[in-house]
Each structure stands twice: as C-alpha cells, then as structure tokens.
C-alpha cells in the first residue's frame, strides 16, 4: 500500500482514483476543482479530499494528475498552490493526461530540479475502460521512475507499458489517436454503403468483424453507428483536441497527415450540427445525414 493522491476527478479521473482505493488497497488522497465531486468521491470510496492539489500532494509517494489540456495541466502542478509546491523530494507524478510532449518534457524537468520523478502516462480506453479498470497506459519518463509507480498504475490498467523518454508517452498516445480517426471514418463510410445497398448491418458486421477489417471501433461502435445513437464514449471536442495536438506535433517532425487532418475537419462539421458531446463514431452522421 502507498500512500498517494489524484489531481483532477473527471469522467475517467473518477473511477481511476476509485480503483487505486479498491483494487490497489492504497490510501487515496484526491483533489478536484470543484470540491463538491472530491467530496462525494471520498464518501464513495473512504479516501480523503483536499482544497489545493499542493495539500493532496503533500506525503504522497506517487501523485496522479488527469486533467484537460496542457493549460489546466500546468495550473495543477505549478505555483504556490500547484503539485509541486507540496510533493516531497523522491516521490513520482505520473500525469495520465492527453497533453503535447512539449509541456510532458516541461514539466519533466521542473520536476527533476525538485528531485521529483514525472511520468506521462496517457490513457486509451475510454470511460468504460476507467470504470472497469482496463486502460492501457503508455508510459514515457525514467525507468527507475517508472518502476516506482507501475503497480499503482496496473490498479487500473490492464496494460501498462514505458515506451521511451520524456514525451514518449504522449507520442504514443498520438499515434493511438491517428489510427482511430482512419479507423472510424472508414468504418463510417462501410456502414452508410452497407445501409444504402440494404444489407442487414447486424448481420454484415457480425461477418467481418471476425476478418480483417475486424476492430475494436467495429465491434463497439458499427451497432450504435447503423442505429444513429452517439450519446455516450468519448466526445468530439475531446478527439478534437487531440487531434490538434497530433497536427501540431506533426508539423514538428515533418510527418504527413492528410487523412487525419481531413477526419478533424470533418469532426468541425459534426460539432457545426450540435454533436459537440456526441461520442466520436458520429463522423457517420455527416454520410446517413447529408
């Protein structure tokens, strides 16, 4: 058992910060901008709460953080009130955030001139896989830091894995984000032909699915997808800003992107229609719908 807190409860923060308590048995300190969600998660699950992510770090062996972006990432852990403030000197954070690898390596380093180890350590999954506790998590900082904190991390991951350095962990995620923008608008596309030409969907990608155009977007998602039901998963302004930060980086590293940067400005277009919050296989609903 460690002692160790969590930085921001969210749709995936929440059950998260749970598991560590339940399944990893370690004693759980969280913080939450709106404190009334901190509150209600420590009466759930027994931990404790804190006003200021400086007082849930203060003691902990390892400090989770999994928050929006790169802003609100650098307004927990910097200033007088920030992770760093209150995290002692070889203690780990390991921030399961969807950020840039240039403010992982950012704070990599104002880590590491107070002794403390950071990990980025997004998370694929989705909410489901955060209330089952069955992310993978890809891993990117030192090895010996990394160590520290895997067990904690396998509370609720069913995969964890250190791809590399610092930043190696949001690269990772990147690529995770590239791969089902493409998945999910080619499986838009089979859909809407399969319903055009008449064919019984149920029964199309129950076929296929065991083929290889089998994938998890496909057995998840191509049911939901043929009834035009996108209200739940993972939303389009989250994949949105994802995706931004894959073009970004791409822009970088001089990789081409052209069909992820055609499927985000198609995810413009669903949020045009209202599908801000819609889960991210209603790219289908630009074709069923046109």
Same mark, same amino acid.
Request: proline share 1%; charged share 15%; aromatic share 6%.
């Given at each position: 058992m460690a002692k160790v807190a969590f930085i921001g409860l969210g749709v995936m923060g929440y059950p998260m910060a749970g598991h560590l308590k339940t399944k990893g048995g370690h004693d759980v300190t969280v913080y939450n901008r709106t404190a009334a969600k901190a509150e209600k998660w420590a009466g759930e699950f027994g931990g404790s709460f804190k006003t200021t992510p400086r007082e849930a770090s203060e003691g902990c062996e390892i400090v989770f953080s999994c928050v929006g972006n790169d802003d609100d990432l650098r307004s927990i852990m910097l200033g007088d009130d920030g992770i760093l403030a209150g995290i002692a000197s070889g203690s780990v954070i390991v921030d399961n955030t969807t950020a840039s690898a240039e403010v992982a390596r950012e704070l990599y380093e104002a880590a590491k001139e107070k002794g403390v180890g950071f990990i980025d350590a997004p998370v694929s999954g989705g909410q489901a896989g955060a209330e089952n506790g069955?992310?993978?998590?890809? $891993?990117?900082? !030192?090895?010996?830091?990394?160590?520290?904190?895997?067990?904690?991390?396998?509370?609720?991951?069913? %995969?964890?894995?250190?791809?590399?350095?610092?930043?190696?962990?949001?690269?990772?995620?990147?690529?995770?984000? &590239? $791969? &089902? %923008?493409?998945?999910?608008?080619?499986?838009?596309?089979?859909?809407?032909?399969?319903k055009r030409a008449g064919l019984d969907m149920d029964a199309v990608i129950d076929v296929i699915s065991k083929g290889a155009a089998g994938s998890w977007q496909m057995e998840n998602r191509a049911g939901t997808m043929s009834k035009g039901e996108f209200d739940f998963g993972f939303a389009v302004d989250w994949m949105r800003k994802d995706l931004a930060i894959c073009?970004?980086?791409?822009?970088?590293?001089?990789?081409?992107?052209?069909?992820?940067?055609?499927? !985000?400005?198609?995810?413009?277009?669903?949020?045009?229609?209202?599908?801000?919050?819609w889960d991210t296989s209603s790219l289908v609903h630009l074709l069923m719908n046109d």
């Open positions: 069955v992310l993978t998590v890809m $891993c990117g900082g !030192d090895e010996a830091e990394y160590a520290k904190a895997e067990a904690a991390i396998m509370s609720f991951a069913r %995969a964890s894995r250190l791809m590399g350095g610092s930043g190696a962990g949001q690269l990772t995620k990147m690529v995770n984000q &590239i $791969c &089902i %923008a493409g998945l999910l608008q080619g499986l838009s596309e089979g859909v809407n032909f399969g073009l970004g980086e791409a822009e970088n590293n001089g990789a081409r992107l052209p069909v992820t940067a055609l499927v !985000d400005q198609f995810y413009a277009q669903v949020q045009a229609r209202g599908g801000n919050r």
